[in-house]
């Protein structure tokens, strides 16, 4: 079984901001399954399906990304998810726009949905994938992580979601994220 949650914010006015990093590659993930996220349940969004045998979740808390960690470990508690199991995609203000990485586990680093997550799971041993949204220079970064990207920054953002979307295909395909690892970051 595998757990995919995209962090973001709900809400057409948070649609294309920084934040939503997480809900846009699991979009792009969506999309390459031929799948619909349709089921509202947990407060988030999701889809279960079966690729070569093994249950996928492709998930989107609804809880904001503030209180994220309460639809993950809603989700985990119900459908019996591990934390070995789970990977979450988030945005990542100390990488530069579109740049990707992945971890197996560690810290929130300042995150405040990864905070979340830990807090309620009890657990940072989960997998992550980071895409780098860039630091504002002399914004605050409550304003930067909510705004869309200029038009400049765009296509950077969208290869980041790109590679994001294809680095998760790769760990589903082979069931070895150290490998994936090895070949993403």
Known sequence: MKAIFGLGNPGQ??????HNMGFMTIDKLAEY????????EFSAIDVRFKYQGETIYLVKPLTFMNNSGYAVKLLMGYYQILPAEILIIQDDLDLPIGKVRLRQKGSAGGHNGIKSIIASTGTNEFKRVKIGIGHPARKQVVNWV?????????PLALAGIDQAAAAIENWIE???FEQTM???N
């Open 13 to 18: 006015s948070y649609d294309q901001t920084k």
């Open 33 to 40: 399954y031929q799948v619909s996220l349709t089921k509202n």
């Open 146 to 154: 909510l705004t869309p990207f200029t038009k400049e920054e765009q």
């Open 174 to 176: 082979n069931n070895n």
């Open 182 to 184: 090895n070949q993403f």
